[in-house]
């Protein structure tokens, strides 16, 4: 297989944007990020933005139909020879549809990648997330911009999302463990999964990100 369709699977805070954004530059693959996408949807308050806006401000998932539609629809614009997918799938049936779209056409998922990190630390890493408005990433203790609350890399003022406030992370959380956390599983039965450790600075999980994926059938 010559082109590489990824996957980072992982709970809310693993570091998945970080990490994705490093591998989108590195390996030059389209990166769809479905909360990304849907927080476009919700500030153009399309009819998909307005219906998602609901479950994404209680921290619950956007019903399957719509994710899987909106994910399926950018694969065919943007991902036709390669994609690395953050936050989708979340649900055996999303990783169902990904699965029966891609057969379809002959093609076939490269790896997905668990992003490990307990629970405990998750909190901590969620709630003092920062970001600007173009996505570049923040945190408060663990990776602060020179001046405080301002991009570095652009100057825009730094916000924190309306779902990182703790009981709202504690929701995505228990979603995460009741409907994403079986794609491990999943994904495990069918060869698929490689497994980091997440709980390391970003660069060393990088580091061994790079090397998981370096697997010879990669070809990377
Ligand atoms: P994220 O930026 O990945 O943490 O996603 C933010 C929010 O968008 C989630 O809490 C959900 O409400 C919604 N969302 C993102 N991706 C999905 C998905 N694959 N399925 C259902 N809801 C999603």
Redo the contacts with the bound molecule.
């Keep these: 297989m010559n082109e590489l369709n990824l996957i980072l699977l992982g709970p809310?805070g693993a570091g998945k944007g970080t990490q994705g954004a490093r591998l989108r530059d590195d390996l030059g693959l389209p990166y769809l990020?479905?909360?990304?996408l849907?927080r476009e949807h919700r500030a153009r308050e399309t009819p998909l933005g307005v219906q998602?806006a609901g479950?994404?401000a209680a921290?619950?998932?956007?019903p399957?139909e719509l994710?899987i539609a909106l994910?399926l629809g950018e694969i065919s614009e943007r991902g036709k020879r390669g994609f690395l997918l953050?936050?989708?799938?979340?649900?055996p049936g999303?990783a169902d549809a990904l699965g029966a779209a891609l057969l379809s056409e002959s093609r076939e998922l490269s790896a997905a990648v668990l992003v490990d990190v307990p629970d405990d630390a998750l909190l901590e890493r969620t709630t003092g997330r920062r970001q600007c408005p173009d996505g570049h990433l923040y945190h408060v203790v663990f990776d602060r911009p020179a001046r405080a609350g301002v991009c570095d890399v652009d100057g825009k003022v730094l916000v924190q999302r309306d779902?990182d406030h703790a009981e709202i992370v504690r929701e995505?959380l228990r979603v995460y463990h009741d409907c994403t956390a079986p794609l491990v599983d999943y994904y495990r039965a069918r060869g698929l999964l490689l497994r980091v450790d997440g709980l390391r600075p970003a660069d060393a999980v990088y580091a061994s990100l790079r090397e998981a994926l370096a697997v010879p059938e990669l070809a990377l």
């Design positions: 809310p990020a479905t909360g990304d849907l998602a479950y994404m921290g619950r998932l956007v399957d994710v994910l953050d936050g989708f799938p979340r649900t999303q779902d995505r």
